[in-house]
């Protein structure tokens, strides 16, 4: 009993000894909180870097530089001989227009060589510029009409400071003649930088200033489209199965873990057997989106599956007992109750795998979706290339130009990649059930 | 002949038993929960199957509508006949089985659908009701039947798990009396719900006497003596002893039972 009393004195409670401890035990619990804001932080610098870094480089892409020239559309050079069916006018010579508008409003430009120069500082898509303006509206044809034309990639580069004016001319792509051109032209105010729908309504193209991401977009869409149509569901069938029907034994042990394995499987390993299997057997056609879709299916399922079942035995028993009880069978229960249950968390699941498919770009290459393709796929046998793809071959490229559309391009990527994550959360937040 | 026979036979056996089990047996892959138990079952009355945990009281109740068949590993031997009939026979459907051989849970189970759609749920996989006036009708008898239908007559659209715990208990008693069983079994029903619940749902097992066999497992030995009117006591996978439930409780003839109503073990 004195023993209990001592044990409880003031003293005991505070001497030096457990002071000390109950010292050192905040101290490690101050550091180890320390350590983990550090680590926070330092990942959070990471993508704050990444963010700015993109971007800054990217959201030039979404501005274009365009001049305003005096287009006379003169029908001497649309009608060269006569014909005025609608044919003739597509296939007229728009470029020499634009040549036409270039001499007139530079008249004191008379070398040959200078007015090669001359001609580039306009893009080679104005010309179809002009011939989209004459197809909708033909009574253009006649008249002089102010145009905004659109600036060829190194006049677009200049505009927007990439190219110093301060450097030794033989080092510069924009020359002294071009700059005076511009200047001519800035002067009057017909320079101007305009949102670049071009970007997102246009294909590739090898000039980069009237490259775009549809044509990667769409393709992208069509994969997207093939891939959930195959993985999800073989995927939820085969969580239903493994996880309501499957009897408990070896045999559905070595499924569960290659499931597993596959899920760890370098996604170039996809792309060799997509490529093997889809193109070299089965003869499927190249760069299309249907082989990358299965293709991606393929690296899609595992992830999937695994999601599925997870969210499929989360499912308490007590729900199936309930219907089993009843009378209902294995598969009422299973698609009654359970499936409807767990749809939140499938989903959830499914969305990031596509985000994951969405973001892949390896074995795409393996099937021949790097292809330079132009036109925007029509369906999903239609040659295509995706975002990522996009952004890859652009990052290959050497023009100064294609850096700010790589850059613009992961940016469009980007935004789908947080807007399917946070429809993943949002799905969850708000079918999330608490039994 | 042999129809007339087999007529009369039912009718006795009827009259005797609506459940019989015969030196069954339960094992879970190499471990034996149940020992070669024999029980007989009276039509419309009230069992009560008690016990200390483990002795396999849930083990017997489930095997009663072949629940133990979704137990992964579990074996069942002997015989189990309902109305005569072998319910481990080839022939027999489980499903159908289970519809007449209804089941309530320990921890209230409803769906996480609407009162209404809980009790339709049984009606509607089994094909009971030709239209939705029928199925109208189905729900609400049974919500009745169930003592409920007062307490959520209009919101019979908000869910079953917004209810109370005892109206949870009691919206499960209702689902399992839609799909019209002969016999109810009862897995603690009360064991999750407080004495105020747990009253209402004891009178309310009282009033389906009338007309379903109810098999109930309980701990609270007040309850079965309360309630039932036949008590079997199980201990380490063996009926121990079986009789009235006032002769058993008042003069035990085994001195395990004595020992257990009396408290001192279990």
């Not at chain 1, 905040?26 to 350590?35: A, C, D, I, P, Q």
């Not at chain 1, 040959?112 to 010309?127: E, T």
């Not at chain 1, 023009?399 to 469009?412: Q, Y």
Request: neutral net charge; contains cysteine; aromatic residues 8%.
């Amino acid at each position: 009993m004195t023993d209990m009393s001592d044990l409880k004195s003031e003293n005991q409670w505070m001497s030096e000894e457990r002071k000390a401890l109950l010292g050192k035990r905040h101290r490690t619990e101050r550091r180890f909180k320390m350590l983990g804001l550090g680590a926070i932080f330092i990942a959070l610098a990471m993508l704050v870097t990444l963010f700015v870094n993109i971007t800054s480089k990217g959201y030039s892409a979404f501005v274009q530089t365009r001049f305003e020239m005096n287009v006379t559309f003169d029908e001497t050079v649309i009608y060269p001989n006569g014909d005025r069916s609608a044919q003739a006018i597509r296939g007229a010579s728009y470029g020499n227009l634009i040549r036409n508008t270039l001499r007139a409003e530079f008249p004191d430009v008379e070398k040959r060589r200078d007015l090669r120069s001359l001609f580039g500082i306009v893009s080679k898509g104005a010309s179809r510029q002009l011939r989209k303006i004459v197809m909708e509206k033909p009574s253009i044809i006649g008249t002089t009409t102010a145009i905004w034309l659109i600036a060829s990639d190194d006049m677009d580069m200049f505009n927007k400071g990439y190219i110093p004016r301060n450097v030794v001319e033989a080092d510069r792509r924009v020359k002294d003649k071009e700059i005076k051109w511009f200047d001519h032209l800035d002067a009057k105010g017909s320079v101007q930088k305009v949102f670049n729908w071009d970007f997102f309504s246009s294909g590739d193209s090898r000039e980069p200033e009237i490259a775009g991401i549809w044509g990667a977009m769409v393709g992208s869409f069509y994969t997207l489209l093939i891939t959930f149509a195959i993985s999800f569901p073989i995927g939820v069938m085969s969580a239903i199965y493994l996880e309501e029907f499957a009897p408990k034994n070896r045999f559905t042990d070595i499924i569960e873990v290659n499931i597993n394995n596959l899920a760890a499987v370098p996604s170039i390993v996809f792309g060799l057997l997509g490529m093997g299997l889809f193109l070299n057997l089965a003869h499927l056609p190249r760069s299309a989106s249907l082989v990358g879709g299965i293709t991606l299916a393929l690296m899609t399922l595992p992830i999937i599956i695994i999601s599925a079942r997870a969210s499929i035995r989360a499912v308490p028993d007590s729900i199936r007992q309930a219907a089993l009880g009843l009378g209902a069978s294995r598969q009422q229960t299973a698609f009654h109750h359970v499936l409807p249950l767990s749809m939140p968390g499938i989903l959830t699941g499914t969305i990031i795998g596509l985000s994951q498919a969405l973001g892949e770009t390896a074995p795409l290459l393996m099937i021949g979706m790097v292809a330079f393709i132009v036109d925007i796929p029509g369906n999903i046998t239609d040659p295509a290339t995706v975002l990522p793809v996009q952004i890859f071959l652009w990052a290959d490229s050497p023009e100064r130009a294609f850096v700010e559309k790589t850059s613009g391009a992961i940016l469009v990527l980007l935004s789908f990649l947080v807007f399917m994550n946070a429809l993943a959360v949002l799905l969850r937040r708000k079918f999330e059930r608490r039994w | 002949m042999q129809m007339i026979a087999e007529i009369v036979n039912q009718e006795i056996q009827v009259n005797k038993a609506i459940i019989s089990a015969k030196e069954v047996s339960v094992f879970y892959r190499e471990k034996q929960a149940l020992n070669s138990v024999s029980l007989d079952i009276p039509e419309n009355q009230i069992t009560a199957l008690i016990g200390p945990s483990g002795c396999g009281k849930s083990t017997f109740l489930r095997c009663l509508n072949r629940m133990n068949d979704t137990v992964e590993g579990c074996r069942v031997e002997g015989l189990i006949t309902v109305e005569g009939q072998d319910i481990y026979a080839p022939s027999v459907d489980e499903v159908l089985l289970r519809a007449r051989v209804g089941m309530v849970f320990q921890k209230p189970n409803p769906f996480p659908k609407s009162i209404y759609e809980n009790v339709a749920y049984g009606p509607r996989i089994h094909g009971l009701a030709r239209n939705k006036d029928e199925l109208d009708d189905i729900v609400l008898t049974s919500l009745e039947k169930a003592g409920l239908l007062n307490e959520v007559r209009d919101r019979l659209n908000s869910t079953g798990t917004s209810l109370s715990g005892g109206q949870q208990q009691r919206l499960c008693i209702a689902r399992a009396l839609a799909v019209q069983p002969d016999i109810i079994l009862m897995d603690e029903p009360c064991s999750a719900l407080d004495p105020i619940a747990t009253a209402k749902v004891e009178e309310l097992i009282e009033e389906l006497r009338e007309n379903y066999t109810i098999i109930i497992v309980t701990h609270s030995m007040q309850q079965a003596a309360r309630i039932s009117q036949k008590t079997a006591f199980f201990h380490l996978g063996e009926i121990v002893e079986v009789g009235d439930t006032d002769q058993l409780f008042t003069s035990p003839k085994d001195s395990r039972t004595q020992g257990y109503i009396t408290g001192r073990f279990g």
